[in-house]
Nanobody
Framework: QVQFVESGGGSVQTGGSLRLSCAAS????????MGWFRQAPGKDREFVAV????????RYTDSVKGRFIISRDNGKNMLYLQMNSLKPEDTAIYYC????????????????WGQGTQVTISS
């Protein structure tokens, strides 16, 4: 059974930092690209950052470029997201998943979403 367990969220002030973690299991982690997605109230889920299976390539949505860093540890089946210079618009529930690219947009691979971790940034 595919499982994702996100952690590390919390409440911080504008300009602060958080480090999110994702423990993945139930599939071949090392052979899949991985990504972070987020969803704010009233909005669709959007991709935040993705990383290739060998960590050679990373991509970020425009709004977080220069502030967030995605990384992974294939030996531990762990995915991370270092978030710096946080802004109120980063407030959302953050999820991790494997990803694939359909030629236009980043898409999640599995329907087995974890509970996510809440990130709240105050002004």
């Amino acid at each position: 059974q595919v499982q994702f367990v996100e952690s590390g969220g919390g409440s911080v002030q504008t300009g602060g930092s958080l480090r999110l973690s994702c423990a993945a299991s139930g599939f071949r982690f090392f052979n899949n690209g991985m990504g972070w997605f987020r969803q704010a109230p009233g909005k669709d889920r959007e991709f935040v950052a993705v990383i290739s299976r060998d960590s050679a390539t990373t991509r970020y949505t425009d709004s977080v470029k220069g502030r967030f860093i995605i990384s992974r540890d294939n030996g531990k089946n762990m995915l991370y997201l270092q978030m710096n210079s946080l802004k109120p618009e980063d407030t959302a529930i953050y999820y991790c998943n494997a990803f694939w690219y359909d030629g236009r947009e980043v898409q999640f691979q599995y329907d087995d979403w974890g509970q996510g971790t809440q990130v709240t940034i105050s002004s």
